[in-house]
DNA sequence: TAACCTACCAAACACTTGTTAGGGAACGGT
DNA sequence: ACCGTTCCCTAACAAGTGTTTGGTAGGTTA
């Protein structure tokens, strides 16, 4: 079932961001392998061979949505990164500005969950490792200063923390809803009060 | 590339249970739908076909494989929450059993948390979503006692602390190799510390 | 030795998959 | 009225998919 009302007049660019749209939507909710091209091509109310007009192919929809995603993703993070913040301002800052990300991509985001890890032995999504790379290094890097500056507790593996906060922080693409009950800043700080204080009561 | 050196003779049951865990390997690490039958045959060092002697679809090695997961993983939870222990004392000892049984079985654990979602939806998984209820039901009604108790905080959303504690415990299962640095107790232990007490350093 | 069972192979089947090639309707510009 | 562009359809293809069928080596039992 596809609703299609527009009079077919869309501009090319933006027609583009629309399938997109719609292919990510897809992807996230049943996988990107489990989905089909024409699959696709009915919720955006069109034959399967259509989309090859639009892309090359399904794997360079997946990149695209992907590698735009990243792309803005890495806007923020290096704007946040550049601010020359302390160590447990970074990281809430980091934290606020994933929710964001979050709230805008949420279907790259699931995808990315969930098929990045086999993807990225891939060379064309190497991006992905190297994207990777750069998140373990920027959060591990922020966590290790945070010890030595006396912000975070010495006591934990800070390897160990490093994925507790990145993994706590994304999972959160699988249940969240645009237009819930919170916005992304207020599940951030709220995530951010429990990461940083704990669940329990202070006696 | 298969290491076979039994000189098969290997009883029946036995036997199964060699087949399962590697497909469940495999299966963890391509995704299921991305993994074929004959990639699992080749892994087990035999031909496609030959593994319907053993099984009647790739899909009843995927259901016997989440199912008898689920069935240790309740048994387990419900020794727990038999126990009559206090809030804070049974959020430890769940989370401890949690990544026990991510110790024991790494490669299903890490099928459900990719394929569940939307396998609930089929008849065939519904038990899918009925753990799911019962899994909710359990963490939840801890963290209200825990929280009505003055165990844990209560200017949290009880919501969101939830899908908090219960994400950061399972997404372990992506990174958790058996037989690394840490005990599965001491993962525990350690998680424990972060969630209850929070990363920051107290002054 | 003969009958039997287990565990696999060999070869094919029906179907689905991503993808392609040619065609045509709608529309704007000239 | 003509042309060109945009966007989609029709119809098919080749490769890969899960699965089935018949057969058989090797051990166990009688």
Redesign the interface.
């Known amino acids: 079932m596809s609703t299609k009302k527009k009079p077919q007049v869309t501009p090319t660019p933006e027609r583009r961001r629309e399938l997109l749209a719609t292919a990510a939507e897809v992807f996230a ?3 990107y ?2 989905t089909t091209v024409r699959r696709v091509a009915d919720e955006a109310g069109m034959l399967a061979g259509s989309l090859y007009y639009h892309f090359d192919s399904k794997e360079s929809m997946l990149d695209e949505i992907l590698s735009t995603f990243l792309d803005e993703l890495w806007q923020g993070y290096d704007e946040v990164l550049a601010a020359g913040l302390g160590p ?1 301002e970074t990281i809430e800052a980091l934290v606020t500005e994933s929710f964001r990300e979050i709230d805008r991509h949420r279907p790259a985001v699931a995808i990315y969950q ?2 990045s ?2 993807l990225a032995t891939q060379p064309r999504f190497a991006y992905l490792a190297d994207s990777q790379t750069k998140f373990e290094k920027a959060w591990l890097g922020t966590l290790e200063r945070g010890v030595t500056e ?5 006591d ?2 800070i390897r ?2 490093y ?3 990145r ?2 922080v994304w ?2 693409a ?2 969240y809803r645009p237009g819930g ?2 916005s992304p800043e207020e ?1 951030a700080r ?2 951010l ?9 202070r006696t």
Not at 150 to 154: H, M, V, W
Not at 193 to 201: K, T
């Open positions: 909710a049943q996988g392998n489990a447990r969930k098929e890890k086999h006396g912000a975070f507790r010495d934990l593996d160990l923390t994925r507790f906060v993994d706590t999972v959160a699988s249940w009950h919170h599940i709220q995530y009060s429990m990461v940083l204080d704990g669940i329990a009561l």
